[in-house]
């Protein structure tokens, strides 16, 4: 049995990552740790800090967490709904990176969205919490749009490194059903050679885990052009390494895990050691 920590952070109720957590709950039991962070409400926290009075702060106040609340009664709900063994944290404050950090710790998936993750703060994903969570995290953590629809294909993001396998092993453990699915290796370099480092290893290790496996080498520059390039696929999972190393070594500037996200179009397997 998996420990799931469902993380919901903001105003919304996060329903694409719960409709993926329904998908891991038909292939096997689990049990999840709905943790909750109150929203952030700037405008209004700038508007009340003006006055020489307390009653807006504990409006405020009480307004953050009749929002936490309602989330935390949807998640209950659904999950009683679909026999879902959970429990609730009894956090309603807002961002606590420590007691991610410690939940994490013990779980072995976080599921989020990529798309409202503190989204009242700022909507262009990920924004400073998501991108605090995503390298805080102490377990992989795998980042879902909100219109998620069940996966027909998986692409593994793949670099040579230690960490680009890595991910290849935490998600082959996690999600053993996902085997039988179409799955490509991508390795990405702009340059004339088509080599892809230690293909014969990298064949036979994938082929002891996944049913159906090919292997593509793309001839631009991932940080440009990969995102661009996924995000017309449809229905497809995407496996990377630690979000705090891109999984093309060669990136200088950006993740282009952070550019997928950004474009809310498929869900993101990020690994963590």
């Given at each position: 049995m998996k420990q799931v920590l469902f993380v919901c952070a903001g105003k919304a109720f996060t329903r694409g990552a719960f409709n993926f957590l329904l998908s891991m709950q038909r292939d096997e039991p689990l049990e999840v740790l709905g943790l909750f962070f109150s929203p952030i409400d700037i405008e209004a926290m700038v508007t009340v800090s003006q006055l020489p009075v307390l009653a807006p702060f504990d409006r405020l106040e009480e307004e953050e967490q009749q929002a936490v609340t309602a989330n935390k009664a949807i998640f209950a709900k659904q999950c009683e709904q679909y026999?879902?063994?959970?429990?609730?944290?009894?956090?309603?404050?807002?961002?606590?990176?420590?007691?991610?950090?410690?939940?994490?710790?013990?779980?072995?998936?976080?599921?989020?969205?990529?798309?409202?993750?503190?989204?009242d703060i700022n909507v262009r994903q990920p924004n400073a919490y998501l991108q605090e969570a995503l390298h805080a995290a102490e377990c992989p953590v795998l980042a879902v749009p909100e219109d998620y629809r069940q996966c027909d294909h998986l692409f593994i993001a793949y670099d040579g490194s230690k960490e680009s396998l890595f991910a290849m092993k935490q998600f082959s453990c996690l999600f053993p059903h996902f085997s039988d699915l179409p799955s490509e290796i991508v390795?990405?370099?702009?340059?004339?050679?088509?080599?892809?480092?230690?293909?014969?290893?990298?064949?036979?290790?994938?082929?002891?885990?996944?049913?159906?496996?090919?292997?593509?080498?793309?001839?631009?520059k991932a940080a440009h052009y990969f995102a661009n390039w996924i995000s017309e696929r449809k229905h497809v999972l995407l496996v990377t390494g630690s979000y705090s190393r891109p999984a093309f070594s060669y990136i200088a500037k950006h993740s282009f895990a952070e550019q997928v996200i950004r474009e809310h179009r498929l869900p993101v397997f990020i690994a963590h050691a």
């Open positions: 026999h879902i063994r959970h429990r609730v944290h009894d956090n309603d404050k807002q961002w606590d990176k420590g007691l991610l950090v410690k939940e994490s710790r013990f779980a072995d998936l976080i599921l989020l969205s990529g798309e409202l993750f503190y989204a390795y990405v370099r702009d340059e004339a050679s088509d080599d892809i480092p230690d293909l014969e290893h990298l064949k036979h290790y994938t082929r002891l885990h996944f049913s159906s496996v090919g292997f593509s080498k793309l001839h631009f």
